[in-house]
């Protein structure tokens, strides 16, 4: 695959165009194990995995051999295929190779300063896959040690992913792209994925795990987790017999470690529905007795492991990003059609269902137009703080934080809202969006002008009429489309590995915040300085971004790759999945001729700040102070 490249100030636009239809398209939270990021592609025929940076795969042997005796190696192949075409999935995995990768990476070309796609693999499914997902691995990722979790997140892609003809499905793969060799052989085999949950060439496994026979609906978004499965449950308590005194912390509940020894795992799915008043479905999917890969026979006809009827369809649904042995890896976020954001308890074996709703969280507009609900509602709502807070986007392109555990508290002072629910921080999307002083937007205040007294003729006694029935007219503004993207802060400022970057796109807008902890202190403590408060708290807009029309259907961050670029701090790599393309924001690679030299990295805005207070700032700093005054950078 190869980009049409487009230079914008500082950054690269490179546009890849696709021979189909998205649906969706995201991220995958982890690194394969040559280095590149994972890009996975949702179309009208199944998926298309994309690695993109990293060590690349040696050439295939074919490939390097002379012309003769690449023909007779071409034909042996094909023979072989021939005669294999009716092998079985489980002898074809036997004969799978690990594929080689090149000890160093390619020298870029200065006219190509961006990471190169290693590989391409088309999951041809005759599925028309529309939404995908996957578990919170990038907190695996960051413990010291995986003994205690499945070894399966860590080889293998899992990726749960709903399709049209109303099922939802379990996806694994290797992490590591196929060889070249590999991909020629599915191809010359003319090779089909088995779509029964039986382990095929590439060692993947695809498995039903609803067949929405009984609801007759799709599933509009889903959200992957784990958990165990021990023989002895009666050991675990409910919460519900704790006292308050002795329950731990909603995170922090740790599982007794004597019965670690006999656990076995559980694939954790939850798929929601917007049939009737909202569904939300959870199932539970046996890992085998190693955990690396799924328990096909054990696994066949599962049934849902709870059914939970909503109080309003879902605009998304996520487990919370804790693992187990924590308590809270259970709980559901669920944002709903009606403002409200919920936390929901899906193992919770509580006689009483409204014991599992832990908690329920909503936004009020300050002064709602008339005929139009009081709450706002929400386009996105994500995990942060390991769980320990949510921060959401509403649909007037203002966000918050919920500091569910006062954790912000314990370390900053303060609070800035005076709701019912208040948000700890809070921002908006834009400069169109922000409120005027009376705290109502220009769309309210120009909604709100509907009842005002106005002369009455007949054209206007026939629309008062019909409001006397229908209600008031609402406006025919379409409601923006907007979402959220959080991922673990990688900047070299800060340390503390719970810290969290956090993308936003409302309408055309994208900003980023590359510490969440750093834009938090300085949000509520103010800064007081005149130079700002420096580039890893400040927001920063993607600018210049062009669909050329088309809808954009996900806007996420792609995990970095091993090769280092001149790249500030809170900059990274922007996925966007357009309908018919995806287009990466990324700043350009070192030069080659300058990367191998030494050099003496400048002093941080912050250093420089602090310098400045104490009358020791030399002119070199001042100009540097200039120059990002003048950027907008410090």
């Known amino acids: 695959m190869k980009p049409h490249m487009r230079r914008t100030g500082s950054s690269l636009h490179l546009c890849y165009n696709l021979p189909f239809r998205t649906q969706a398209g995201k991220t995958y939270p982890i690194l394969s194990p040559n280095g590149s990021s994972i890009i996975v592609i949702s179309h009208p025929q199944g998926l298309r995995l994309v690695w993109r940076g990293g060590l690349p795969l040696k050439p295939s042997l074919i490939s390097q051999d002379s012309n003769s005796h690449n023909r007779k190696e071409s034909s042996s192949l094909i023979l072989i295929d021939s005669d294999e075409e009716q092998t079985e999935p489980a002898t074809l995995a036997s004969q799978y190779k690990d594929p080689v990768f090149e000890q160093d990476e390619d020298e870029h070309d200065e006219l190509e300063p961006y990471e190169a796609i290693v590989q391409t693999l088309d999951l041809p499914l005759g599925l028309d896959v529309l939404s995908i997902s996957f578990p919170p691995i990038h907190a695996i990722a960051n413990r010291s040690s995986l003994d205690s979790l499945p070894p399966i997140f860590s080889q293998k892609l899992v990726i749960a992913f709903a399709c049209s003809d109303y099922s939802v499905r379990l996806l694994t793969l290797p992490l590591a792209p196929p060889s070249h060799q590999t991909k020629q052989s599915l191809v010359a085999r003319n090779y089909s994925f088995p779509l029964n949950g039986q382990l095929g060439y590439l060692h993947e496994q695809i498995f039903l795990i609803a067949s929405g026979a009984s609801q007759q609906a799709i599933a509009d978004g889903l959200s992957v987790t784990f958990t165990s499965r021990v023989d002895n449950e009666e050991e675990f308590q409910d919460d519900e017999t704790m006292s308050d005194d002795v329950q731990p912390a909603m995170s922090e509940h740790v599982r007794p470690t004597s019965i670690q020894a006999t656990m076995a795992w559980d694939i954790l799915v939850a798929s929601h529905y917007t049939n009737l008043s909202g569904l939300l479905l959870i199932f539970r999917t046996p890992l085998n007795a190693s955990g690396s890969e799924l328990d096909f026979e054990n696994a066949q006809n599962i049934m849902p492991w709870r059914m939970q009827y909503l109080a309003s369809p879902a605009t998304n649904i996520e487990f919370n990003p804790s693992l187990y042995p924590a308590q809270a890896h259970s709980n559901i976020l669920i944002a709903d059609k009606k403002g409200y954001a919920r936390v929901f308890n899906c193992l919770s074996r509580s006689d009483h269902n409204e014991r599992s709703w832990i908690l329920s969280l909503t936004v009020f507009s300050q002064q709602p137009p008339i005929g139009r609900s009081t709450r706002k509602s929400i386009l996105g709502a994500r995990w942060i703080r390991r769980g320990k807070a949510i921060v959401v986007l509403l649909e007037d392109g203002e966000w918050g934080i919920w500091d569910l555990e006062g954790i912000g508290s314990k370390e900053i002072k303060g ?220």
């Open 415 to 634: 609070s800035v809202s005076q709701s019912p629910f208040p948000f700890a921080i809070a921002g908006w999307v834009g400069s169109s969006s922000r409120p005027s002083k009376s705290g109502i937007n220009h769309m309210d205040k120009t909604e709100s002008t509907s009842s005002n007294l106005i002369p009455m003729t007949p054209g206007t006694r026939k629309v008062k009429q019909k409001n006397l029935f229908t209600g008031s007219v609402q406006s025919s503004r379409v409601q923006a489309d907007g979402g959220l993207c959080v991922v673990p802060a990688t900047d070299v400022l800060n340390n503390r590995t719970d810290d969290e970057t956090l993308l936003l796109w409302y309408d055309d807008k994208i900003i980023v915040i590359p510490s969440i902890l750093t834009h938090w202190r300085t949000k509520v403590k103010g800064s007081g300085n005149l130079f700002g408060t420096g580039v890893i708290g400040e927001p920063h807009e993607i600018s210049n971004v062009h669909t050329r029309g088309e809808e954009r259907r996900e806007i996420s961050i792609i995990p970095k790759a091993g090769r280092s670029s001149k790249r500030s701090a809170w900059k990274a790599d922007i996925l966007i999945v357009a309908e018919h393309y995806i287009l990466i924001v990324a700043p350009p690679l070192d030069n080659p001729a300058t990367s191998s030299k030494p050099e003496v990295a400048a002093p941080s805005a912050l250093a420089d700040r602090h310098l400045l207070a104490e009358g020791k700032l030399d002119i070199e700093g001042v100009d540097r102070i200039l120059t990002g005054m003048t950027n907008g950078t410090r």
